[in-house]
């Protein structure tokens, strides 16, 4: 039996290889597809795998729906940003640096977009030390791909895509 430290361990290896290996999938049929292709089967086979799921709540969902239409609407769009700023950034930059891109950036997005009314100064000063210490990484980040690559309108692209994906993200939270 494996107990719950090692269980967490284990669930955040895994969540690490599930990406890196659906990153390294995309990229792959990304150059075989044209993104806005690949992003519209995307959301397809999703709508239609949770309408299946959830077809003996269909009632429940629809009261649901009519009730909250606007912050359904504001999070399919911000779901919309961040999939196809996905799909277009893995167009022109490598799965690992979008990648990092996507997830270092959403942190950071998050803090900004959240509210200090519940926490602490220290709490919140501490969120902004470590948001900062982030964003400089990701600058350093950033260069360096940009280094390797070379200074191009493509490179440039898909880390305002990356970063915009991030901030996508932290918005839908």
């Not at 895994?14 to 999938?25: E, F, K, N, R, W």
């Not at 493509?154 to 901030?167: E, S």
Request: aromatic share 12%; hydrophobic share 55%.
């Amino acid at each position: 039996m494996i107990n719950k430290s090692h269980l967490g361990t284990l669930s955040v290896i895994l969540y690490c290889i599930v990406m890196a290996t659906s990153s390294i999938l995309v990229n792959k049929i990304e150059s075989q597809m044209a993104p806005i292709y690949l992003a519209f089967w995307t959301f397809l086979f999703t709508a239609l795998y949770f309408n299946i799921i959830n077809l003996h709540r269909l009632h429940q969902l629809k009261l649901m729906l009519t009730r909250n239409i606007k912050l359904i609407i504001f999070i399919n769009i911000a779901t919309a940003i961040l999939w196809l700023s996905a799909f277009y950034g893995l167009k022109y930059s490598q799965p690992a640096i979008l990648t990092a891109l996507f997830f270092g950036t959403g942190p950071i997005f998050t803090t900004i977009f959240t509210r200090s009314h519940v926490k602490t100064r220290l709490v919140r000063k501490r969120e902004w030390q470590y948001a900062s210490a982030m964003g400089v990484c990701l600058i350093i980040l950033s260069l360096d791909d940009l280094y390797v690559v070379g200074v191009s309108f493509n490179g440039i692209l898909a880390i305002v895509l990356g970063i915009l994906g991030g901030a996508s993200m932290a918005w839908i939270i």
